[in-house]
């Protein structure tokens, strides 16, 4: 059996601003019409992976059990996490280290959580791993 998952539903008060929001932090695009529900993909309909977001009256109360880790293609870790921070994320965990690894846990503007990570071009190039077993 296989499947496509095909959307990451957030619930949202506000689900195109939250969207425009996502929109800009990845770079997709925002699609919609009179509809209430905003989707943000790279392209649509798309067989990648999609965020809808769907107005719910209730808000966000707890932490979130599943959170979305991003990595940047273009730019920098750093460099994302800021434009992050100028559209309204906040920062609620710096796991940056000296050696320049880790990652920063923000929340979008409605409290979601998700994490922001290096991207493989940041990442210095290793050798082959070698594993030593005993028998």
């Known amino acids: 059996m296989t499947i496509q998952i095909r959307h990451l539903t957030f619930d949202s008060a506000e689900p195109r601003r939250l969207a425009e929001f996502w929109s800009a932090v ?23 992976l999609m965020f809808l977001f769907v107005p719910v009256p209730e808000a966000k109360t707890a932490k979130n059990r599943v959170h979305i880790d ?19 994320a906040t920062v609620f965990g710096d796991h940056r280290k000296e050696d320049g690894s880790g990652f920063v846990a923000l929340r979008d503007p409605e409290g979601n959580e998700f994490c922001i990570e290096r991207g493989e071009h940041e990442m210095a190039p290793s050798g082959p791993m070698t594993i030593g077993l005993t028998i």
């Open 26 to 48: 990845t770079g997709w695009h925002l699609f919609y019409d009179e509809d209430p529900e905003v989707i943000v993909a790279r392209s649509f309909p798309s067989k990648e």
């Open 70 to 88: 991003i990595k940047p293609e273009d730019t920098t870790r750093d460099e994302l996490v800021e434009r992050a921070l100028s559209l309204g």
